[in-house]
């Protein structure tokens, strides 16, 4: 049964104890990447709503060991939430921008700590080489390995627009060369940009269950203070979807997604301190909630509507 009873979607959390046995999280690692759409190759001034601050937890920082890191991250699931494995999450920046040696150590490292069973390596479509590509098909051969690729927007217009740097070609072209590895292919999303309609929002679910995407994460377009974005803001040119539109799209958008594709995220959050617009005022359970309970109050659930299988 892909879809649990009680929250109507296929949750990634349910998926790993399916898949793995156990209860598994995932422990975000700051490995000191940068990003070609901020170093000059692509841009410089990265997407309009970067700020890497907003989407690293404390305690992940380039300067402090990897291995550090990991047993900071791993003793808090441990303890909070009782997990018993563990995927290393490459998260900040553009954890597959390095030359193959650089990349090889990293993971083994990430691999060879105790209770780590996988990686989950986060990237840009334009940026995962043909060597990158075979490494992560080589570790998949004894490993979990899930490559996240940022998509963001379907539309070439808003991706020009955000200073994304990259095409849906890019990616589309990049899930294609990455699929039948034998790794999960994982998809980030956003809704909620300037002139963006939830009609137009929603061809993105065709798009990707026409892919071999196995996974999805997704949020709402928040600025955060000391980007783009949140300049627009104050200048009154970006206004954010409201909490309810904002979870009936997501809803809207569950009822069409094949439910063999597991759900990693349903919002974003950033720390207070830099939160501009919106602020919803809820917690992450509660905004996760928010959408779960839509779903039930429709009596519906994830694949419900959708086309595809
Ligand atoms: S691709 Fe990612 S790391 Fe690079 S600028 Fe955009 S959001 Fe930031």
């Known amino acids: 049964m892909l879809i649990h009873h009680e929250l109507r979607i ?12 156990c ?42 060991p990897l291995e550090d890191q990991l047993a900071h991250g791993m003793e808090y699931h441990r303890h909070r939430l009782g997990s018993e494995k563990f995927i290393v999450y490459f998260q900040k920046y553009t954890n597959t921008y390095a ?10 490292r990430a691999l060879e700590y105790p209770d780590v069973i996988g990686i989950s390596v986060g990237t840009r ?21 899930c490559l996240e690729l940022g998509l963001q927007s379907m539309d070439d217009a808003i991706l020009s627009r955000i200073n994304r740097g990259h095409t849906l070609e890019e990616f ?3 899930v294609q060369r990455a699929a039948g590895h034998n790794f999960d292919i994982c998809a980030h999303l956003i809704y909620g940009f300037p002139d963006e309609t939830s009609a137009n929002f929603l061809k993105t679910v065709d798009l990707l269950a026409s892919l071999p ?15 783009e974005l949140a300049e627009m803001y104050r200048r009154g040119e970006f206004t954010p979807v409201t909490l309810q539109e904002y979870v009936t799209t997501v809803a809207d958008f569950l009822e069409r997604l094949p439910a063999r594709v597991t759900v990693q995220r349903l919002y974003g959050s950033a720390p207070l301190a830099i939160s501009v ?3 919803w005022g809820l917690k992450n359970n509660q905004m996760w909630f928010a959408v779960i309970n839509e779903l039930r109050r429709r009596g519906s659930w994830q694949g ?5 299988g």
């Open 277 to 279: 617009a919106p602020r």
């Open 99 to 108: 030359s193959v040696d650089v990349l090889a150590d990293l993971y083994r």
């Open 213 to 227: 995407i196995d996974s999805i994460k997704l949020h709402q377009l928040h600025a955060v203070a000391g980007t």
């Open 23 to 64: 209860r598994v999280s995932k422990v975000n690692v700051d490995a000191g990447f940068t990003c070609p759409n901020r170093d000059g190759s692509k841009g410089t001034g990265g997407c309009i709503y970067c700020n890497n601050v907003s989407f690293s937890p404390k305690d992940t920082d380039a300067i402090i």
């Open 125 to 145: 479509p334009d940026a995962l080489s043909g060597a990158a590509l075979e490494l992560l098909a080589e570790i998949a051969k004894t490993h979990y390995v």
């Open 172 to 174: 589309v072209g990049t």
């Open 304 to 308: 419900c509507r959708a086309v595809h």
């Open 10 to 21: 296929n949750s990634y959390g349910h998926y790993l104890r399916r898949r793995f046995g």
